[in-house]
């Protein structure tokens, strides 16, 4: 799993402890069986699950900011809503560098599980995992600090710039809660088969994030109504509050108090952590910056179709989060069958994750390319679009419908390969099929070809296409040379174990 084993291997009774108590979280027990294909979607079901409900509670975060900042006014939407999407994408681009925690420790519990020898105990793990992401902090609040610096040089109005500073500089009291605290349990709770925790307090969050908006903007029970503000302070508050809590019960939850007790930050560990999230955050954000460039060309073509391109992408958005979820959920089952030495129980959980998505994606895309109407009028229901728009959002729907099958099996295989251990490939990958594929082909049909934002539609799913096929080839050969390495490592195990009984 790891290119460095810091010492000798490491007991395993921590890790175990991890797993023992909640064997209906894991799924599998020591020497248990369970490793058929149902038992495989059984257990991603099991871990996707939760994570798809906590992801969409969190989206619907930004709907409701949206919809209460809307009753300020255009200016107040147009401000808040920036601001909120430049904090909110920043933070979660440095998010990503912690990516690697889960995996070691979805490994590392695996290994124990099953009597092997346990790289990195859970708990070096979790205190490196905290060290990473308060070195990532730092560099994160710098950036968010002068974000009204960066809205000038993009030319924004001066009302932008000066409030949308105020605002972010609000938000920026809740970086580290959300950076370090609530980042850290994403990836924790899952590895250690407590993600459960995950959906009982994002509900939470977004229930809570909603009433203190509408409290403090609108000034209810008797507080001075705080208008745009009252919404980044409410944001703030919430942080802290949703991060306090799930300290709370993670320390009463035994599989993960276990790991809580910080100890010495061991450099061996840390090195790992960074070569598993560099590269990890940096294909998040060559992602995220593919759909940023994107909408921003969208603007450019005109209000119509910058509004059909955001009816496509909000839907897609939306239906991406079982995607994510099946991602994220093969990314710890695969780590956990490799720190086990089983690595075709792995390639059978990557296979399965694949059918899931693929039931998923082309159930959704089927409603999407038939009735693409009915769902453009969902948006729509309050005013009625322009006949142009409306015909563009169609077509885009329809688009989005093929998307998002590549866009889904993508996830699956790059949360597999970093299941793996293997992330400098796909992040390659990434940045060359979203910049040739994705914005290249996309500009040139949208403003050469004159296909409009269509055309930037059918770049992104080229280029999704493009990655799609791209990590499946990679996916196939790094497990065939992980299981023939591993058949080689036991071939040898066993000879020597037939040799001293000689």
Same mark, same amino acid.
Request: aromatic share 6%; hydrophobic share 55%; charged share 10%.
């Given at each position: ?28 027990? %020591? ?24 992801? #969409? ?53 695996? $290994? ?21 992401? @308060?070195? =990532? ?37 809740? #970086? ?19 993600? &459960? ?80 999230? @560099? ?39 939306? @239906? ?19 720190? $086990? ?11 399965? $994750? ?22 453009? &009028? ?12 409306? =015909?563009?959002?169609?077509?885009? #729907? ?27 490939? %796909? ?49 196939? &050969? ?8 591993? =058949? ?10 037939? $040799?001293?009984?000689?």
């Amino acid at each position: 799993m790891t290119s460095d084993k810091d010492s000798s291997p490491q007991p395993v009774s921590a890790l175990s402890e991890t797993a023992t108590p909640e064997p209906s979280a894991t799924g599998l027990q %020591p020497g248990r069986a369970g490793t058929g294909f149902a038992a495989h979607a059984a257990a991603l079901v099991r871990v996707g699950l939760p994570l798809a409900l906590s992801q #969409l509670s969190e989206m619907s975060m930004g709907v409701t900011d949206t919809a209460l900042l809307g009753g300020l006014g255009v200016e107040a939407l147009a401000v808040g809503g920036l601001s909120n999407n430049f904090f909110m994408t920043t933070m979660v681009i440095f998010q990503c560098v912690l990516g690697g925690v889960g995996v070691l420790l979805a490994h590392s519990r695996g $290994a124990a599980d099953h009597g092997k020898d346990v790289l990195h105990d859970g708990r070096s793990v979790l205190s490196a995992g905290l060290a990473l992401a @308060l070195m =990532a902090f730092v560099p994160c609040f710098i950036l968010l600090l002068f974000a009204g610096k960066l809205f000038a040089c993009l030319h924004e109005p001066a009302t932008v710039v000066t409030q949308g500073t105020k605002f972010i500089h609000i938000l920026l009291l809740s #970086l580290l809660p959300d950076l370090t605290l609530i980042g850290l349990c994403r990836v924790t709770l899952p590895a250690l088969g407590a993600q &459960r925790i995950l959906l009982w307090t994002m509900p939470a969050m977004a229930i809570c994030n909603g009433l203190l908006n509408a409290t403090l903007i609108q000034g209810w029970f008797g507080l001075p109504p705080l208008g745009l503000y009252g919404s980044a302070l409410a944001t703030t508050i919430t942080g802290w509050t949703i991060g306090i809590v799930l300290v709370g019960l993670c320390w009463l939850w035994p599989s993960v108090r276990a790991v809580m007790a910080l100890v010495r930050v061991r450099w061996p560990v840390l090195k790992e952590l960074l070569r598993l999230g @560099l590269p990890m955050m940096a294909s998040a954000a060559s992602e995220i910056l593919l759909f940023q460039i994107t909408t921003l060309q969208a603007g450019e073509l005109g209000t119509q179709s910058l509004a059909a391109h955001q009816v496509a992408l909000q839907t897609a958005s939306l @239906l991406f989060m079982v995607c994510l979820a099946i991602g994220q959920a093969a990314n710890i089952r695969v780590a956990y069958w490799r720190g $086990a030495g089983k690595m075709v129980q792995a390639g059978r959980t990557a296979v399965t $994750a694949l059918a899931l998505v693929l039931v998923w994606t082309c159930l959704t895309g089927l409603i999407l390319f038939i009735m693409p109407q009915a769902v453009a &009028r969902l948006y729509f229901w309050g005013n009625a679009a322009s006949s142009p728009t409306f =015909a563009v959002a169609v077509s885009l #729907l329809r688009i989005a419908g093929i998307f998002q099958i590549v866009d889904g099996l993508q996830t699956v295989c790059g949360g597999a390969l970093r299941g793996c251990g293997d992330v400098n490939g %796909p992040m390659l990958i990434g940045i060359g099929t979203y910049g040739v594929g994705g914005i290249g082909l996309g500009t040139w049909l949208a403003f050469h070809c004159h296909y409009g934002v269509r055309g930037l539609w059918i770049g992104l799913a080229v280029g999704l296409g493009l990655t799609s096929i791209a990590l499946a080839i990679r996916l196939w &050969r790094v497990f065939k040379r992980l299981i023939r390495e591993e =058949a080689v490592h036991d071939a040898r195990e066993l000879a020597e174990r037939q $040799a001293r009984a000689a």
